[in-house]
Each structure stands twice: as structure tokens, then as C-alpha cells.
């Protein structure tokens, strides 16, 4: 696994935006025909963000204590970061000019129960409430049916990564894995710019690097995202294929947490696949409570 430390991560975030970036995309002229990198010397990240190389170098290698709003401004034009990219810089940034290191901690896992019962109100569309090491905290009962597979998992609290590297039917739960894949690890890396001390996500982390060979290599390039909306397809064991549009909900009465909520297009094969799901649960839901 690499460098947890936020020295480390911000040393191997900026290498790897610097690596990625060519003369032509970054619209400078490539002189001399033998380059021993194939992305931006740090000399040429520097000229672009208007600050010294000898300034840049200290910055790559992690000493940003002091850098400015302008500079980190000037490194997210040169590196032609996205809105994602820059807030993750900002936040290990303002980690590392924290005076005291932040103590170790682990994420509010406690949902309250007025958060529970607006989850339980989404009564047709599968709802679930997380944080950002993607635990499920909460579900509904239609959550819970959906993500079936993922709670098959004994360990609690329920986490999607941990299903998409180490379950082989992930791969057949989700349509899109690769993609699935990709955003998990981008979520994770997100969080761990925003908390390196949440003792849990390192414990998270940490595991499925010694594990799977799949997340040490996407952990490594160092993609981050924001997951507010989108769409995600499935292929559900009990009523197969659904495609569902998501919107992921802050709460900003519990930091860190949000309500991920699933809706199908009115009218398509995907509600009425939900439908079924839901009278699915159901049914089992009554039975267990017969046999109880």
C-alpha cells in the first residue's frame, strides 16, 4: 500500500496529476527529443503555475505548510485538475497546516432516528444512509432487498467496496463493475484526504490492499471524485436487470453522512422490477415474522 501519511499522499497526488499531463495537452513546447518522463518535468508544472521550480519541489515532496490560496489555484490550472481534483488538494493541504496532527479517530456511525424514519418513508425506492468509508449505516427495507448480496457479508457495517473487490458476484451485480470500481476507490481516496486519522478507513483500506491486487492498483493512480448523481445498472439475483438513477443527499446535521436514495425511470422494465423486488421483500419479511 502506498503512503497513508499526508506528506505522502500529497507528494504522490501531485506526481501523479504531473505524470499524467503531456507538453501538448499542457499546450507547452516539448524540447529535445529524449524526455526521461513521460509526463511534465516539475520545472515545467512550475512555469505554468507561475511560481518557482525550487518552490514546486518543495511542494511535491509534501512541504505545503504556508502555501497560499493562490498557489494552490496556480497547481490546480497547471495540472488541469477538476473540481474534484482541487478540493482533494485543498483538503490535504489543510490537513497538513494543521498545528497538531489530527487525533485517530473513527466516522459517526450512529444514525438518528429522524434520519431512520425519512429513509423508512422512501418506502418505493430503494434508500440507505452511509458514510464516506461507503459503510451502510442504514437501509430501508427496498435498501436492503437491493444491496441483498452486499449484506450477505457477517461483517458490519455492510461496505460495497469491500463486495466489489473481494466477492466474485460483484462482477455480476454490477452491470457497469468497472466503473462501480473506479468511483469506489475515488470515494475512498477522497475521504482519506479529508480524514487520514479515521482509524477505521485505514483498517478499510488497508485490507483490501493486502487482499485484492485489483484495488492496490486503482488505489495507486489516485483518482478522486465527487458522488452526488448518476446513473448505476444492475443485475439483481431475484428480479435481474434494473437500471437506476441515484442522488446522493448531504445530511448537515451529521457531517459525513449522506442518504443515497434510487429511483427508476417512470414507466420502465426498472420500476417494475422495484415493484417486484418490493413485493419480494415483503413476502419474506412475512414469513420470518410467521415463523418467529
Same mark, same amino acid.
Do not use: C, K
Given at each position: 500500500m502506498d503512503d497513508l &501519511? #499526508?506528506?505522502?499522499? #500529497? *507528494? =504522490?497526488? $501531485?506526481?501523479?496529476r504531473r505524470a499524467r499531463l503531456t507538453p501538448d495537452r499542457a499546450g507547452i513546447p516539448a524540447y529535445g527529443r529524449h524526455r526521461r518522463v513521460s509526463g511534465l518535468r516539475r520545472e515545467e508544472v512550475a512555469l505554468l503555475a507561475g511560481i518557482s521550480a525550487e518552490y514546486y519541489t518543495r511542494l511535491e515532496r509534501g512541504h505545503t505548510r504556508g502555501a497560499s490560496g493562490d498557489v494552490l489555484d496556480g497547481l490546480a490550472r497547471a495540472l488541469q485538475l477538476d473540481e474534484a481534483e482541487r478540493a482533494h488538494l485543498s483538503d490535504l493541504v489543510r490537513v497538513a497546516n494543521l498545528e497538531r496532527p489530527p487525533q485517530r479517530t473513527t466516522a459517526q456511525e450512529l444514525v438518528r432516528p429522524a434520519v431512520q424514519r425519512i429513509v423508512d418513508a422512501m418506502a418505493a425506492m430503494p434508500a440507505m444512509v452511509r458514510n464516506r468509508r461507503l459503510d451502510i449505516l442504514y437501509a430501508n427495507r427496498l435498501g436492503q432487498a437491493l444491496y441483498s448480496s452486499v449484506f450477505d457479508d457477517p461483517i458490519r457495517p +455492510?461496505?460495497?467496496? *469491500?463486495?466489489?473487490? $473481494? /466477492?466474485?458476484? &460483484? *462482477? =455480476?451485480?454490477?452491470? /457497469?463493475?468497472? %466503473? %462501480?470500481?473506479? /468511483?469506489?476507490? %475515488? $470515494? $475512498?481516496? +477522497? =475521504? +482519506?484526504? !479529508?480524514?487520514?486519522? /479515521?482509524?477505521s478507513l485505514s483498517d478499510l483500506i488497508g485490507g483490501l490492499s493486502t487482499r485484492s491486487e485489483e484495488f492496490q492498483s486503482r488505489w495507486a493512480a489516485h483518482e478522486v471524485l465527487?458522488?452526488? %448523481?448518476?446513473? !448505476?445498472?444492475f443485475h439483481h439475483p431475484l428480479v435481474g436487470d434494473l437500471t437506476l438513477t441515484y442522488e446522493d443527499l448531504d445530511l448537515p446535521a451529521d457531517p459525513g453522512q449522506t442518504i443515497l436514495v434510487f429511483t427508476a425511470e417512470p414507466g420502465s422494465a426498472s420500476e417494475e422490477a422495484l415493484r417486484e423486488l418490493a413485493r419480494a421483500s415483503s413476502s419474506l419479511v412475512a414469513v420470518a415474522e410467521t415463523q418467529g
Amino acid at each position: 500500500m502506498d503512503d497513508l &501519511s #499526508i506528506e505522502g499522499q #500529497i *507528494r =504522490e497526488f $501531485l506526481a501523479s496529476r504531473r505524470a499524467r499531463l503531456t507538453p501538448d495537452r499542457a499546450g507547452i513546447p516539448a524540447y529535445g527529443r529524449h524526455r526521461r518522463v513521460s509526463g511534465l518535468r516539475r520545472e515545467e508544472v512550475a512555469l505554468l503555475a507561475g511560481i518557482s521550480a525550487e518552490y514546486y519541489t518543495r511542494l511535491e515532496r509534501g512541504h505545503t505548510r504556508g502555501a497560499s490560496g493562490d498557489v494552490l489555484d496556480g497547481l490546480a490550472r497547471a495540472l488541469q485538475l477538476d473540481e474534484a481534483e482541487r478540493a482533494h488538494l485543498s483538503d490535504l493541504v489543510r490537513v497538513a497546516n494543521l498545528e497538531r496532527p489530527p487525533q485517530r479517530t473513527t466516522a459517526q456511525e450512529l444514525v438518528r432516528p429522524a434520519v431512520q424514519r425519512i429513509v423508512d418513508a422512501m418506502a418505493a425506492m430503494p434508500a440507505m444512509v452511509r458514510n464516506r468509508r461507503l459503510d451502510i449505516l442504514y437501509a430501508n427495507r427496498l435498501g436492503q432487498a437491493l444491496y441483498s448480496s452486499v449484506f450477505d457479508d457477517p461483517i458490519r457495517p +455492510a461496505n460495497p467496496a *469491500r463486495f466489489v473487490f $473481494l /466477492d466474485p458476484r &460483484s *462482477r =455480476e451485480f454490477y452491470v /457497469d463493475w468497472e %466503473a %462501480a470500481a473506479h /468511483d469506489m476507490v %475515488a $470515494l $475512498l481516496r +477522497a =475521504e +482519506a484526504g !479529508r480524514n487520514p486519522s /479515521d482509524r477505521s478507513l485505514s483498517d478499510l483500506i488497508g485490507g483490501l490492499s493486502t487482499r485484492s491486487e485489483e484495488f492496490q492498483s486503482r488505489w495507486a493512480a489516485h483518482e478522486v471524485l465527487f458522488h452526488r %448523481a448518476g446513473t !448505476r445498472r444492475f443485475h439483481h439475483p431475484l428480479v435481474g436487470d434494473l437500471t437506476l438513477t441515484y442522488e446522493d443527499l448531504d445530511l448537515p446535521a451529521d457531517p459525513g453522512q449522506t442518504i443515497l436514495v434510487f429511483t427508476a425511470e417512470p414507466g420502465s422494465a426498472s420500476e417494475e422490477a422495484l415493484r417486484e423486488l418490493a413485493r419480494a421483500s415483503s413476502s419474506l419479511v412475512a414469513v420470518a415474522e410467521t415463523q418467529g
